[in-house]
């Protein structure tokens, strides 16, 4: 069925007039009446009585009426919305953040974007990179920020967003607190406050302690950072943070320290699903994520 079928007949309809329809219309009568007939053929009923007097409605041609108008009305929404869409005065991104991580690195160019495109709405659901990729793989998120980086081969396309090293934090009270510098290996027998082990970072700290050749003694795990931090504090243990996040910490009872001949770094990515359609929206906030990062680099 031909919208435009709709929008000529429901004109006619309102003015019982071919000829008044053709002028508001600005379309040739025949080709109106032809869209009328057509209408007809395609229903299988008549939708008005013509006589010489006066055009009228069939009973037909009432109910048609009625929901022609819904029709038009909910077409003409429905272009409405697209525009929204399309100029992102509208639309949802569906976002998976590590807790610990994605803010910190990664709130700026949200805020940058939501002034913006003040209309899209950002629905962050703050978890670890394992369940954001499972999100994305299942689409239940649209986009992931995640700390370790899929191979290239996979079925995500990525972004690298930032590689960023792991620092010490211990309290100043702790034998480590004055270096400048701590080799990972002198964290042998030291009680860690690790990230939780559905977090890739976790399994990357054990790893590297493995190839250190001990194994941690873990006191406590968590996924928020000022958890971390508190039990620090309260000389529970030692914990490793990334470096940009430790910048951001203004506690004196705290002390910061590079790792030397580490291999453990926080390599934030933003992935979303290969060989999937991607909403507008979405795909702005990708393009416009580029441009971001290129700028900070």
């Known amino acids: 069925m031909d919208i435009r079928h709709l929008e000529y007949f429901t004109e006619v309809a309102k003015h019982l007039s071919f000829t008044k ?57 429905l272009t409405l919305e697209l525009t929204d869409i399309m100029e992102l005065k509208s639309g949802e991104i569906r976002i998976g953040i590590p807790p610990i991580v ?25 978890v670890g990179t ?30 690298n967003v930032i590689k960023d090293p792991l620092m010490l934090i211990v309290h100043r009270d702790h034998g480590l607190a004055l270096k400048k510098e701590v080799h990972f290996s002198e964290l042998d027998n030291e009680p860690f406050i690790l990230y939780r082990k559905d977090f890739t970072l976790y399994d990357l700290i054990i790893e590297e302690c493995s190839k250190n050749h001990f194994q941690p003694n873990i006191v406590c795990e968590s ?18 943070l990334p470096s940009k996040i430790c910048k951001n910490i203004s506690n004196d009872e705290i002390a910061v320290i590079p ?28 393009t416009t994520s580029r441009q971001y990062l290129e700028l900070e680099s």
């Open 21 to 77: 329809a053709s002028q508001t219309l600005h379309v040739t009568q025949p080709s109106i009446s032809k869209a009328i007939k057509n209408l007809e053929g395609e229903l299988g009923v008549p939708l008005f009585y013509r006589s010489s007097k006066q055009l009228e409605l069939t009973d037909a041609g009432k109910a048609v009426l009625i929901n022609a108008k819904e029709v038009l009305q909910a077409f003409k929404n």
């Open 102 to 126: 994605g803010a910190a690195f990664f709130s700026k160019f949200i805020s940058q974007y939501k002034e913006k495109y003040p209309l899209v709405k950002i629905t962050l659901t703050e």
């Open 259 to 286: 790792l030397v001949q580490s291999n453990v770094n926080l390599e934030l990515g933003m992935i979303w699903k290969k060989n999937k359609y991607l909403p507008f929206t979405v795909r702005e906030f990708i």
């Open 130 to 159: 394992k369940k954001i990729k499972l999100g994305v793989e299942e689409g239940t998120l649209d986009i992931g920020l995640i700390c370790t980086l899929p191979a290239p081969n996979s079925s995500f396309e990525i972004i």
């Open 223 to 240: 996924s928020q950072k000022d958890f971390l931090l508190g039990m620090v504090e309260g000389k529970m243990g030692i914990a490793l």
